[in-house]
């Protein structure tokens, strides 16, 4: 079945910290990985994209990465400040059609 | 939010009344796309167009239509045999429907039923 797991489900850290939110996934074939950042009450936006033969990829604060024969990927946020607070959702794209499978979301909360 | 824009922000729904939630885009996107989203819940994908006068059905098209007479607009109605229809809807654009490529999410309305 493809799937996407994402852990933990919710995350509490303090201003300042780094943490890693993970994802795991099932889907097959595999085209790309995609990590979205989510307020509440607001669409998802674009954070990074990667392909089989990306295992890194980074944009500011945000470091994913991919390994492909684990079928796992790492969302790292550097030095976290408060907008940070948000979901974080992991998409796998599914095959040469392009069926987006789209994981729960990790809750994360940036206390000051 | 990219240029998509959705409205209204809220929208009630009585019972067994059919309601649209408008979605317009100016970023020349060919392809949209309609997702729900529920509590602790994946996006699940509703209907996608890649061009304008052509839609598919997504995973969970029951109770709901589109129409997409413009390249800019993809209204979704949402009505009376969707049962279950209180959730965020996301409306989406991407250049082309091609799988490789960055689709951008509108702010989303939320659907309540009264």
């Known amino acids: 079945k493809n799937q996407v797991e994402q852990s933990p489900q919710s995350l509490i850290i303090l201003e300042g910290k780094n943490c890693t939110l993970q994802?795991?996934?099932?889907?097959?074939?595999?085209?790309?990985l995609r990590w979205y950042k989510q307020d509440t009450g607001r669409g998802p936006v674009s954070l990074t994209i990667m392909t089989f033969s990306e295992n890194t990829k980074s944009n500011g604060r945000y470091t994913a990465t991919l390994d492909a024969d684990t079928k796992q990927s790492s969302l790292h946020i550097t030095a976290s400040q408060l907008s940070d607070s948000a979901s974080y959702i992991c998409?796998?794209?599914?095959?040469?059609?392009?069926?987006?499978?789209f994981g729960k979301g990790t809750k994360l909360s940036v206390k000051p | 939010d990219g240029g998509i824009t959705q409205s209204p922000k809220y929208l009630f729904r009585k019972e067994g009344q059919n309601v649209t939630l408008s979605c317009e885009q100016n970023?020349?996107?060919?392809?949209m796309y309609w997702y729900r989203q529920d509590p602790g819940q994946g996006l699940r994908l509703i209907y996608y167009?890649?061009?304008?006068?052509?839609?598919q059905k997504g995973d969970i098209a029951e109770g709901y239509s589109v129409s997409r007479e413009k390249k800019e607009s993809f209204p979704l109605t949402v009505t009376s045999a969707q049962k279950n229809p209180t959730a965020f809807y996301l409306c989406a654009s991407s250049w082309s429907g091609r799988y490789q490529e960055t689709q951008y999410f509108g702010p989303g309305t939320r659907l309540l039923v009264l």
């Open positions: 167009s890649q061009i304008v006068n052509d839609f």
């Open positions: 998409v796998v794209t599914r095959g040469s059609q392009g069926n987006l499978i």
């Open positions: 970023l020349n996107h060919d392809a």
């Open positions: 994802c795991n996934y099932t889907v097959s074939p595999f085209s790309n």
